[in-house]
């Protein structure tokens, strides 16, 4: 039996620690120190739903393509298009996104309307001054404030480390970690609560107009903060004031109704409060999602245009990663207001039966090598541990052989 350190892309913490063990034949056994998310990515390459060949829907027909058919079929819909929609770039390897990126230039130099759906997510979460690595969160945190996100199904490993991490302990055992969630409905985290602001009656810019109040040293009883009473903002002042390592963890956007630099200020205004200081983590809900930024800013620059659209309804979408964007516990969700939808997916789906075609492609991380960007700025490389069928490609080679 030979077993195999692989790097998992199944979600944007990118662990590094998981292993594949493999039967003398060169199939799969099992994963090892691999979460509920991670094990299925990484089976599912072995589905016996896989795709290994294109699949073209016409006349309520499905049809088979290799991959010249592919490649024509993109070209075509491509060069008919006025306005196209990418979406799920996020979901992608670097050295993909790159590729798409330069094709998509390409498409704007004929004078093409294009929108990247997320690119403002992940460029604008760069910018905020104090990001934290997941190092940091383990080690140092003693105050965690989780920000309308639930971080149990979307990354559990990374909560799972997050929550039983070294740190400072009573007498009794127990971690001296404080849990602060602010949200608007009960979640698995809701029983780990140190205090709960419930904010569903408060949209996230009046929360932090309340909260700032708190900061700046107000009476009590002007502050309306979520549902806290007098004593339980006693209470959370207290915890604030005496934070050595806080972490604020939030999924991306945080919300529609405050903008990268409210937030920013905010956490300024925080750290000028406690004795430490806050750190801000993005749990981005696609795998790759802050490497889109920096693929596209080399292809574009900084201040192109491309960063300011807004996807409005296009001729044509363009969607990669299916197997991510139905995930169950995605928060997002994916629906397409253009008529023609060309879906990059290994499987078929509800998404799929709308498609006027869809690719499978290989799976960075297991059939492919890349690159990709963690939740906190740090790059991994993907290695390739098995090979794709014969007609599966990447997501690179296919854009590299469009001709428009």
């Known amino acids: 039996m030979k077993s195999k350190r692989i790097q998992c892309f199944g979600c944007s913490v990118l662990c590094d620690d998981i292993y594949v063990e493999f039967e003398e034949d060169g199939s799969l056994k099992t994963t090892i120190n691999s979460c509920f998310r991670g094990n299925s990515f990484i089976k599912n390459y072995l589905s016996e739903n896989r795709l290994s060949q294109s699949v073209q829907k016409q006349m309520g027909l499905e049809m088979f393509l290799g991959n010249e058919e592919t490649i024509s079929f993109l070209e075509k819909e491509i060069s008919e298009a006025n306005s196209i929609n990418f979406y799920g770039m996020g979901t992608i390897s670097y050295q993909d996104q790159l590729q798409v990126s330069l094709k998509i230039k390409e498409i704007i130099d004929k004078k093409k309307t294009v929108s990247i759906d997320g690119l403002n997510n992940s460029s604008e979460f760069l910018l905020l001054p104090s990001l934290s690595t997941i190092g940091q969160g383990i080690n140092n945190v003693d105050v965690f404030i989780f920000w309308n996100t639930n971080p149990t199904h979307s990354h559990p490993k990374l909560f799972g480390k997050l929550l039983f991490s070294r740190g400072m302990f009573r007498l009794s055992g127990k971690e001296m970690k404080k849990f602060i969630l602010i949200q608007k409905e009960d979640s698995d985290l809701t029983r780990l609560k140190d205090i709960l602001l419930d904010i569903s009656d408060q949209n996230s810019s009046q929360f932090i107009k309340e909260f700032e109040k708190l900061l700046d040293g107000k009476p009590l009883e002007e502050i309306s903060l979520g549902n806290l009473s007098i004593e339980n903002l006693r209470t959370l002042k207290t915890f604030l004031q005496a934070t050595e390592y806080g972490l604020i963890v939030g999924a991306t956007p945080?919300?529609?109704?405050?903008?990268?630099?409210?937030?920013?200020?905010?956490?300024q205004k925080?750290?000028?409060?406690?004795?430490?200081?806050?750190?801000?983590?993005?749990?981005?809900?696609?795998?790759?999602?802050?490497?889109?930024?920096?693929?596209?800013?080399?292809?574009f620059g900084m201040d192109d245009k491309i960063f300011q659209s807004k996807p409005k309804p296009a001729d044509l979408a363009i969607v990669f990663g299916g197997e991510y964007l139905r995930d169950e516990f995605n928060p997002k969700e994916f629906e397409y207001p253009e008529k023609k939808v060309i879906l990059f997916d290994n499987f078929k789906s509800n998404y799929s039966k709308n498609a006027i075609i869809t690719i499978p492609y290989a799976i960075p991380g297991i059939e492919c090598d890349g690159c990709a960007t963690r939740l906190d700025g740090i790059n991994v490389d993907l290695l390739k541990w098995n090979s794709p069928e014969e007609d599966v490609k990447t997501i690179k080679e296919i854009f590299e052989r469009i001709s428009l």
């Open 270 to 299: 925080l750290n000028s409060f406690v004795k430490g200081r806050f750190a801000y983590m993005p749990l981005t809900s696609l795998t790759n999602e802050i490497g889109m930024y920096s693929a596209v800013t080399k292809i």
């Open 254 to 267: 945080l919300s529609d109704h405050v903008s990268i630099s409210e937030l920013s200020d905010f956490i």
